[in-house]
């Protein structure tokens, strides 16, 4: 299968490059090398034969109708946007730019290239999007894919309306789509602005851990490579028209998921005195923080016969040894825009 996917040089998206390309699959990334990009990401398969990469915006039609004409992909991967939620409090715009309307303009450029192929019944168009459309949780239940949305911030709200736009372009003009929303994803190459990331680099560095509120707030944490399988596994045998709730099963508190790095990295790399838990830090809380996220994986399992394959312990551990192990990546990104700063404070 040829792939296009958009957002291939980020978190996610090169997750999916990474292992697309190990099974055999020829991908195009298409990038618009924004700051949360990183070409470093795929740096494994840049020189693949089965793999390329275009620099171009998913907001610039002229851009998308040239790279689909000229490599006539079997399927769209759409990973592009922008997600980072304590950014969109602080610049909703970009968010309603990107998430939507680059949204919008993708479904219009693939719309074109299906038909103009002659509206192949095996052309997929795959949106990614997340759990955060949902809004949430109280103490009991979980997301599925028929829970009412009840997006509260701006990202989780540009997601939402990205997601009705696809399934929109999939009853109205009967374009090929299948989509997917997943739990909080963490592992190899995340940014260093979320939160597993700032915990580890700050550790390092004996710097306070920042936690929003009293830390009880609750996440469904899934290893980036397991979501990279889930993805592909719902491009090949999703049904049309159908969306997949994709989690990991690791429901923790922000408080116990710091406190778990903190007693890796005790035993990875230990101080000469106390633990790094003696660094945690209470912050004042974002504004509008949900309370807590959890998917019921039902569909996945029982119709696709997918489930998460890595613990969050085990999930952890890997991702600590990681950012130890890979400290020339993560110091080239130091300098980028936000990393280090509080964001999101209202």
Same mark, same amino acid.
């Given at each position: 299968?040829?792939?296009?996917?958009?957002?291939?040089?980020?978190?996610?998206?090169?997750?999916?490059?990474?292992?697309?390309?190990?099974?055999?699959?020829?991908?195009?990334?298409?990038?618009?090398?924004?700051?949360?990009?990183?070409?470093?990401?795929?740096?494994?398969?840049?020189? *693949?034969?089965?793999?390329?990469?275009?620099?171009?915006?998913?907001? $610039?039609?002229?851009?998308?109708?040239?790279?689909?004409?000229?490599?006539?992909?079997? *399927?769209?991967?759409?990973?592009?946007?922008?997600?980072?939620?304590? %950014?969109?409090?602080?610049?909703?715009?970009?968010?309603?730019?990107?998430?939507?309307?680059?949204?919008?303009?993708?479904?219009? *450029?693939?719309? %074109?290239?299906?038909?103009?192929?002659? %509206?192949?019944?095996?052309?997929?168009?795959?949106?990614?999007?997340?759990? #955060?459309?949902?809004? !949430?949780?109280?103490?009991?239940?979980?997301?599925?894919?028929?829970?009412?949305?009840?997006?509260?911030?701006?990202?989780?709200? !540009?997601? *939402?309306?990205?997601?009705?736009?696809?399934?929109?372009?999939?009853? @109205?003009?009967?374009?090929?789509?299948?989509? @997917?929303?997943?739990?909080?994803?963490?592992?190899?190459?995340?940014?260093? #602005?979320?939160?597993?990331?700032?915990?580890?680099?700050?550790?390092?560095?004996?710097?306070?851990?920042?936690?929003?509120?009293?830390?009880?707030?609750?996440?469904?944490?899934?290893?980036? #490579?397991?979501?990279?399988?889930?993805?592909?596994?719902?491009?090949?045998?999703?049904?049309?028209?159908?969306?997949?709730?994709?989690?990991?099963?690791?429901?923790? @508190?922000?408080?116990?998921?710091?406190?778990?790095?903190?007693?890796?990295?005790?035993?990875?790399?230990?101080?000469?005195?106390?633990?790094?838990?003696?660094?945690?830090?209470?912050?004042? $809380?974002?504004?509008?923080?949900?309370?807590?996220?959890?998917?019921?994986? @039902?569909?996945?399992?029982?119709?696709?016969?997918?489930?998460?394959?890595?613990?969050? #312990?085990?999930?952890?551990?890997?991702?600590?040894?990681?950012?130890? $192990?890979?400290?020339?990546?993560?110091?080239?990104?130091?300098?980028? $825009?936000?990393?280090?700063?509080?964001?999101?404070?209202?």
């Amino acid at each position: 299968m040829k792939i296009l996917v958009t957002g291939g040089a980020g978190f996610i998206g090169s997750a999916v490059v990474r292992l697309a390309i190990g099974r055999g699959h020829q991908i195009v990334n298409l990038d618009a090398l924004t700051y949360a990009a990183c070409l470093d990401n795929v740096a494994a398969v840049e020189n *693949a034969p089965s793999y390329s990469f275009v620099r171009a915006d998913i907001r $610039d039609r002229g851009a998308l109708d040239t790279v689909l004409a000229n490599h006539a992909p079997d *399927a769209i991967l759409h990973l592009a946007a922008e997600s980072h939620v304590d %950014r969109s409090i602080d610049g909703p715009g970009v968010f309603i730019d990107t998430n939507v309307m680059g949204t919008y303009t993708l479904l219009e *450029a693939a719309r %074109r290239h299906w038909e103009t192929q002659g %509206r192949p019944d095996t052309f997929r168009f795959h949106h990614v999007s997340t759990d #955060e459309v949902f809004g !949430s949780l109280g103490a009991t239940g979980l997301f599925s894919e028929t829970t009412p949305y009840d997006p509260r911030s701006p990202y989780s709200a !540009s997601k *939402a309306a990205s997601d009705h736009l696809v399934r929109a372009w999939h009853h @109205t003009y009967g374009l090929p789509v299948v989509l @997917t929303n997943c739990s909080n994803n963490y592992g190899p190459y995340h940014f260093p #602005e979320k939160l597993i990331p700032v915990i580890i680099l700050n550790a390092l560095a004996g710097k306070p851990l920042p936690i929003y509120g009293d830390g009880s707030n609750i996440r469904d944490w899934l290893y980036v #490579e397991d979501h990279a399988d889930a993805l592909l596994c719902v491009l090949d045998k999703g049904r049309l028209g159908e969306s997949y709730n994709i989690g990991g099963e690791n429901e923790r @508190t922000n408080l116990q998921l710091v406190q778990t790095l903190c007693a890796i990295l005790d035993a990875k790399r230990p101080k000469a005195s106390g633990s790094y838990a003696d660094q945690i830090t209470f912050v004042t $809380d974002r504004p509008g923080h949900d309370a807590r996220y959890a998917i019921d994986p @039902t569909r996945m399992r029982d119709e696709l016969g997918w489930h998460p394959s890595v613990t969050v #312990e085990q999930g952890l551990e890997r991702t600590v040894d990681w950012y130890l $192990d890979n400290e020339i990546w993560w110091r080239a990104l130091q300098t980028r $825009d936000g990393v280090g700063a509080r964001l999101g404070a209202g």
